[in-house]
């Protein structure tokens, strides 16, 4: 699920709120104040504040800072491969798939927020629950991706992931780069560009057949 971008801090604590609408306005401060500091500089104070509630309330909700930071991360990578798989079963047009695959990426990547930071850049990635999230994240992506690619190349499950991961770094790498230099290259050609790239490697990519049986 997206988190749109927070409005500036309130000047006045929140009304009351159900547990998950509250649980959630505590997400999108804290998307906001992770993604500009990062998670060593942030401050549990400020994301309180942002919110506009006490720091009890936000401490009810997450017991510390790094939960805080896993809840949101979790919640960006639940997004991203949902955003895959989406694409992945919204067509059997294989060309089309891989269209989806790397429109996924850049509208994830392009998403208000920027909480794509929290899953590329993070500057917690050597945490092991940090880790182990974003690289099963990564993982459910290149598997969605993998089928579609050993339908095409006739590559076995192995090599296709291979090529899958190929695939998705592609996609997340033009992304960024695309986002970096906004403005020059709309987001709908350089999705097609990129991937009339990858369909292009994948159509020129050997089909494995099976080798017919010599004669005695």
């Known amino acids: 699920m997206s988190l749109s971008r927070p409005s500036p801090a309130p000047t006045r604590r929140t009304a009351r709120l159900p547990r998950g609408a509250r649980r959630l306005q505590l997400l999108q401060a804290a998307q906001e104040v992770f993604v500009a500091q990062g998670f060593h500089a942030a401050a ?17 909700h997450f017991p510390g800072k790094r939960e805080l930071y896993l809840a949101l991360l979790e919640l960006q990578v639940t997004e991203l491969t949902d955003r895959v798989r989406q694409a992945m079963s919204g067509t059997a047009d294989n060309r089309e798939r891989v269209d989806g695959a790397v429109g996924a990426y850049f509208d994830f990547i392009d998403a ?25 994240g990564t ?48 987001r709908d050609e350089a999705v097609a ?12 990519f050997p089909r494995v057949e099976t080798a017919e049986p010599s004669s005695s």
């Open 139 to 186: 993982r459910a992506c290149v598997e969605a991706i993998a089928d579609v690619i050993g339908a095409e190349t006739g590559a076995d499950h192995e090599r296709a992931l291979l090529l899958a991961s190929g695939l998705t770094g592609l996609a997340e790498t033009s992304a960024r780069w695309w986002l970096a230099s906004k403005g020059s290259v709309s």
């Open 44 to 60: 549990m104070d400020e994301i309180a504040d942002r919110a506009g509630v006490s720091k009890p309330v936000l401490y009810q």
């Open 193 to 204: 560009f990129m991937s009339a790239l990858a369909w292009r490697g994948m159509s020129g």
């Open 112 to 136: 208000e927020g920027e909480a794509f930071r929290l899953v590329f850049e993070s500057d917690l990635r050597n945490d092991e629950d940090v880790r182990t999230l974003v690289d099963r």
